[in-house]
């Protein structure tokens, strides 16, 4: 590996380290020779990655005594232990693209369309109207129903929408750009849905996810699957144009776990970059030809008469802090939730289970 971007790779393994408290304040590390030798790099290399560490100010350097894990990182204020967790997040991401032989000018294109795009999304929210509840989150086809019919379940009052992916709703619920998100995110490691993202994104709060179901996720085909597709390895065939969705989407979070696991490169992938916010768009994008096969919910697949390969479920849950939980639209929206009536409505649509629809689980 180029010595120019590995400095970045053993800075980041550090900074891992004290992050996760495995180095903790006061703690010595190796010196720059054993460093080297452990990463079979040179001491320059080493140096500077314990210099980009003192910049980020988790370690001190002083002459005769080596570098040490800075006395203040255990009590420093959130806000720069979070930047410094971002900034090797940035790092892992930019060393992971510029080994699969992107350009530095490739990346700062793609990241400006990105972050062009995403300002766009999260574009600043009006206060809540009198009798307005804002939804921001993940697209779902009962969402979408809600939406039009809310006025029949709370009078007098609307439910505006604006999809923005999992990550989408939840940020703004913490900006207060929203009154619910909707979010249906794997957290890999725990193979939790959503918990343990809330904690993450609403540290303190109170905040309660009332399930709104479990979902078939898989492969939306065109009806009939004349390419005869079967699962995700057939996505890397020569010529097969696949449609995906958008960055921050819990749909993609799930995708990029599951290529992981399969052994699977984006880059293998024709169309992988071609994104769509919606299930629905992305069965449409099928359903005219302008893909072979896409990634999506079974019930999108049904509502364009596709067919569909199931491969994992997950969880949807309609995220709601404790002070809009307890007004009477939201209120009303739980009640209807679990309304039997409610959970056949739902099932009715394809690829929905609603044993636990309208369950209430609390964080904080």
Not at 71 to 78: G, K, R
Not at 110 to 120: G, I, K, T
Request: hydrophobic share 45%; with cysteine.
């Amino acid at each position: 590996m180029d010595e120019t971007y590995l400095y970045r790779q053993v800075a980041e393994a550090i900074r891992q380290e004290i992050l996760q408290g495995k180095l903790k304040a006061g703690d010595r590390l190796p010196s720059l020779r054993n460093m080297a030798e452990r990463w079979n790099c040179t001491v320059g290399t080493v140096q500077r990655a314990y210099q980009e560490l003192a910049r980020q100010k988790l370690v001190v350097s002083r002459p005769g005594q080596g570098t040490r894990v800075s006395e203040t990182t255990a009590a420093a204020s959130p806000l720069p232990m979070r930047r410094a967790a971002l900034a090797h997040r940035a790092e892992a991401f930019l060393l992971e693209v510029l080994t699969a032989g992107y350009s530095l000018e490739d990346v700062e294109s793609a990241l400006l369309q990105a972050m062009e795009r995403w300002r766009v999304i999260e574009r600043e929210q009006p206060a809540s109207e009198a009798g307005v509840l804002r939804f921001v989150g993940s697209h779902d086809l009962v969402v979408t129903w809600l939406a039009s019919h809310f006025s029949e379940i709370a009078l007098r009052h609307r439910l505006q929408l604006r999809f923005a992916g999992s990550l989408g709703g939840l940020i703004a619920l913490a900006e207060g750009k929203a009154d619910l998100a909707g979010s249906h995110l794997l957290d890999e490691e725990s193979g939790e849905f959503n918990l343990p993202f809330v904690r993450r994104l609403l540290p303190g709060q109170r905040v309660a996810l009332v399930t709104l179901a479990q979902r078939r996720h898989g492969l939306i085909l065109a009806a009939g699957n004349p390419l005869g597709i079967r699962g995700l390895e057939d996505l890397t065939r020569p010529g097969l144009r696949f449609v995906n969705r958008q960055r921050g989407s819990g749909t993609r979070l799930w995708l990029d776990m599951a290529l992981r696991r399969a052994g699977i490169l984006a880059e293998q992938i024709e169309g992988y970059q071609d994104e769509r916010m919606t299930h629905t768009a992305v069965a449409q994008a099928v359903a005219e030809g302008q893909a072979d096969v896409g990634v999506g919910l079974e019930a999108a697949a049904r509502s364009y008469c596709l067919d569909f390969i199931f491969l994992a479920h997950d969880r949807y849950d309609l995220v709601i802090p404790e002070a809009t939980l307890t007004s009477a639209p939201v209120q009303a929206l739980v009640n209807w939730l679990q309304e039997a009536q409610t959970r056949r409505m739902i099932e009715g649509l394809g690829g929905y289970d609603v044993h636990q629809t309208g369950k209430v689980t609390w964080v904080g």
